[in-house]
């Protein structure tokens, strides 16, 4: 197996902590770790492991029959793949761009395991960054909504990762203390990972939380879901069919809302829930202003495709407990099997 540097900049996260690579190691397998500057883990702990180190980008060059292990998108060369992949490739939803990543693969003929698509026999998915993606993203809509009632910048000003989750958390509290009044909350897919995130970051300051799942939103009520302050969107599409926003609600006469958090965030996406933005937010500058609401305030919205990241060493070391099972059963286990499937199928739609 070989573990690659990020080439997202912003990304600190990894799949695997050096505790699970030496677990990893001590079950038989080899490890190589590619150095890189921004993940949270230093590489000195990984040779302590007993990987062993090599250059950023070297995963090119692996062998063919090395499995190589990231997070998130791949940079855009080589145009070939050769080699099994597994991270979050973003591209089975139609988003724009997908059959050429798909050709990539076919020119090489190597296989992607796309984190997302790793789940059991009842379609769950075997690890996930899920509770600390809706977590992180209600943190950020809390944490503006209060500070802009109280006069003051909050998150907007540009982001960069936290040591941990107490230094949000103190941020929130704080301004909490202070508001005149809390919002009344929304979450949308409240039952999943994602949603229990959001829920408990939102227990932060203390605000109501209405919580809605699949129930709730086959027969939506539109007038209740647009007299909330902040909504929290953690739904997972799979397909087309539910609509919480879209650009007419913006001018209704219901709509109360003025912050907007889309921790699902698939704005290329045709199943996008919330079509009132055309890509994702970063964390130079988190909010984006969508319209204004029917009290003429403007309607804030957050969509950030990366939200563990802010918080890395907790959510990567979350996400590698879950993981390492997953590594220790490759590429026999049913959860590979589901990720192949989901690939072939796919791949046969490519032209």
């Given at each position: 197996?070989?573990?690659?540097?990020?080439?997202?900049?912003?990304?600190?996260?990894?799949?695997?902590?050096?505790n699970?690579?030496?677990?990893?190691?001590?079950?038989?397998?080899t490890?190589?770790?590619?150095?890189s500057?921004?993940?949270?883990?230093?590489?000195?702990?990984?040779?302590?492991?007993?990987?062993?180190?090599?250059?950023?980008?070297?995963?090119t060059?692996?062998?063919?029959?090395t499995?190589?292990?990231?997070?998130?998108?791949?940079p855009?060369?080589?145009?070939?793949?050769?080699?099994?992949?597994?991270h979050?490739?973003?591209?089975?939803?139609?988003?724009?761009?997908?059959?050429?990543?798909?050709?990539?693969?076919?020119?090489?003929?190597?296989?992607?395991?796309?984190?997302?698509?790793?789940?059991?026999?009842?379609?769950?998915?075997?690890?996930?960054?899920g509770?600390?993606?809706?977590?992180?993203?209600?943190?950020?809509?809390?944490?503006?909504?209060?500070?802009?009632?109280?006069?003051?910048?909050?998150?907007?000003?540009?982001?960069?990762?936290?040591?941990?989750?107490?230094?949000?958390?103190a941020?929130?509290?704080?301004?909490a203390?202070?508001?005149?009044?809390?919002?009344?909350?929304?979450?949308?897919?409240?039952?999943?990972?994602?949603?229990?995130?959001?829920?408990?970051?939102?227990?932060?300051?203390?605000?109501?939380?209405?919580q809605?799942?699949?129930?709730?939103?086959?027969?939506?009520?539109?007038?209740?879901?647009l007299?909330?302050?902040?909504?929290?969107?953690?739904?997972?599409?799979?397909?087309?069919?539910?609509?919480?926003?879209?650009?007419?609600?913006?001018?209704?006469?219901?709509?109360?809302?003025?912050?907007?958090?889309?921790?699902?965030?698939?704005?290329?996406?045709?199943?996008n829930?919330?079509?009132?933005?055309?890509?994702?937010?970063?964390?130079?500058?988190?909010?984006?202003?969508?319209?204004?609401?029917a009290?003429?305030?403007?309607?804030?919205?957050?969509?950030?495709?990366?939200?563990?990241?802010?918080?890395?060493?907790?959510?990567?070391?979350?996400?590698?407990?879950?993981?390492?099972?997953?590594?220790?059963?490759?590429d026999?286990?049913?959860?590979?099997?589901?990720?192949?499937?989901?690939?072939?199928?796919?791949?046969?739609l490519?032209?």
């Open positions: 197996m070989h573990l690659r540097d990020e080439a997202r900049k912003t990304e600190r996260r990894t799949p695997i902590t050096p699970d690579a030496a677990r990893l190691i001590a079950a038989g397998q490890l190589d770790v590619e150095t500057s921004k993940r949270i883990f230093a590489d000195a702990a990984y040779a302590q492991a007993g990987c062993q180190l090599l250059p950023a980008g070297s995963w060059g692996a062998e063919r029959d499995l190589i292990v990231g997070l998130k998108e791949l855009p060369d080589p145009p070939a793949l050769t080699n099994a992949m597994v979050f490739a973003h591209i089975y939803k139609d988003q724009f761009g997908w059959q050429d990543e798909m050709r990539r693969f076919r020119r090489g003929g190597g296989t992607l395991y796309d984190i997302e698509f790793l789940a059991d026999s009842h379609g769950r998915r075997k690890a996930a960054f509770y600390w993606a809706g977590w992180m993203g209600a943190a950020l809509a809390i944490w503006r909504h209060l500070a802009r009632d109280q006069g003051q910048q909050g998150p907007t000003a540009g982001l960069s990762s936290f040591d941990g989750r107490e230094a949000v958390k941020e929130i509290a704080a301004l203390a202070r508001a005149r009044k809390l919002p009344r909350c929304i979450v949308i897919g409240a039952k999943g990972r994602s949603g229990r995130g959001a829920v408990d970051a939102l227990a932060i300051a203390g605000c109501q939380v209405t809605w799942d699949k129930e709730e939103t086959v027969e939506l009520d539109r007038k209740a879901l007299g909330h302050d902040l909504l929290v969107n953690c739904v997972l599409m799979t397909g087309p069919g539910l609509r919480l926003i879209g650009p007419g609600d913006l001018a209704s006469p219901d709509m109360k809302i003025k912050t907007i958090s889309d921790v699902s965030c698939d704005p290329l996406s045709d199943y829930p919330l079509p009132v933005y055309g890509a994702p937010t970063g964390w130079q500058k988190p909010f984006i202003v969508i319209g204004t609401n009290d003429r305030e403007a309607i804030e919205l957050t969509a950030i495709d990366n939200l563990p990241s802010l918080i890395p060493r907790e959510s990567s070391e979350d996400f590698s407990a879950q993981f390492l099972p997953c590594l220790l059963r490759f026999q286990g049913e959860e590979w099997q589901a990720a192949k499937h989901v690939f072939e199928e796919k791949m046969a490519v032209p």
